[in-house]
């Protein structure tokens, strides 16, 4: 495929915005770097992307966006290393699990080039942004969403695709609290729990407000069916140490493919630690909590990296789980984030070096 990057057109800000930040306190996803790249679909065609100022955007009111939630997202992050090297994690993995969620969401696809000569070219353009303490990235935000019109229940006849970036820090503050629900699913055989679509999250609020309500921070996802089985942390994938093996659920219909998780599976087993991909049940958690057997659970993400949970909650009791000196959780947390950042060899070849 054809290189466009030299096509894109790249409009500067007139002005930065980088002096008003504070890169030693960073939240997550809070400010927001100087461009962004734009991208519109029309007359049947991706358009030429731009690098533009970030800046909002005007749509009609009877765009489908509004009323049909014709939306889906990819998360990422850029790291700069210690020679101000800009290196992106398994880029190409995004750029097609977010074809596959517009497929789903009857979305143009996007051909590769526009995705990943955009990036590179916003990244060019706004490479300052690029946090160097240890646990802040540069989050970036792609998304496509319907922006034609008209209150027709049928696909757009336009649509934006759009990468915004906002320098960041961790995602979660300390360890996480969870409650195992009984009741409320995100997603369903069929569905569109696989595809990164702005509706599973939104359909995520409610049932979360309930758990952040009786002291919890997030839900862990169960099967819709049965709710016998675990299937995701909050926004992030799961898994779970039982002795010493590592367990997490296959992906399905109902679970987002996540790049972490598998990245995770396959550092694990390179480095001897026993690995089961199969299905988890609510029970055998709950039974490894009450003997001891269960040493860790931690959700797993592009935002969170890996986020060590402390304790979960099911059927009005709690449980918590062990302070181990040395985890899993840590030792991957570490190794993964040393080859995202260049401190470490990749013998996976999972860094990509933005040009
Ligand atoms: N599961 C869900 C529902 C998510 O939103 C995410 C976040 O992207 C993940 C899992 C983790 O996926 P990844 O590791 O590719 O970021
Ligand atoms: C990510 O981990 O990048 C995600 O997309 C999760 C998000 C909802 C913050």
């Not at 790291?79 to 969620?101: C, G, H, Q, T």
């Amino acid at each position: 495929m054809s290189a466009i990057i030299n096509d894109i057109e790249i409009i500067k800000a007139k002005t930065t915005k980088i002096n008003d930040v504070d890169f030693d306190n960073l939240k997550f996803g809070h400010v927001f770097s100087d461009h962004m790249l734009e991208c519109n679909y029309e007359n049947g065609k991706w358009q030429t992307p731009k690098v533009v100022p970030y800046q909002g955007i005007t749509l009609d009111p009877s765009a489908k966006i509004f009323h049909y939630g014709q939306s889906v997202f990819e998360g990422m992050k850029a790291y700069k290393d210690a020679d101000k090297n800009v290196w992106l994690f398994r880029p190409l993995e995004n750029f097609k699990r977010l074809n596959i969620s517009s497929k789903r969401l009857a979305i143009p696809e996007l051909p590769e080039n526009y995705f990943m000569d955009g990036l590179q070219a916003l990244l060019e353009v706004d490479k300052d942004w690029i946090p160097t303490n240890e646990g802040s990235s540069l989050y970036i935000r792609p998304f496509v969403f319907a922006s034609g019109n008209g209150f027709h229940a049928s696909p757009a006849d336009a649509y934006k695709f759009i990468i915004c970036t906002a320098p960041s820090g961790s995602y979660f503050a300390g360890d996480v609290k969870v409650l195992i629900e009984e009741k409320y699913s995100r997603s369903a055989n069929g569905g569109v729990g696989f595809a990164k679509a702005g509706g599973n999250y939104a359909g995520q609020f409610y049932p979360t407000q309930l758990a952040i309500e009786k002291g919890y921070q997030q839900v862990i996802w169960t099967d819709d069916n049965t709710h016998e089985y675990i299937e995701e942390a909050g926004a992030m994938n799961i898994f779970v140490r039982i002795n010493d093996t590592l367990i997490t659920g296959p992906t399905s219909d109902r679970i987002l493919d996540g790049i972490t998780r598998k990245s995770i599976i396959e550092l694990a087993k390179s480095e001897g630690i026993p690995v089961e991909v199969r299905k988890i049940t609510v029970s055998e958690v709950v039974e490894a909590a009450k003997n001891g057997s269960l040493k860790e659970m931690f959700g797993a993400g592009t935002a969170a990296v890996i986020s060590p949970i402390s304790g979960f909650g099911y059927k009005e009791a709690d449980y918590d789980l062990p302070q181990l000196e040395d985890t899993y959780a840590a030792y991957l947390k570490k190794r993964i984030t040393d080859i995202q950042t260049n401190k470490a060899e990749d013998p996976f070849g999972w860094r990509f070096q933005v040009k």
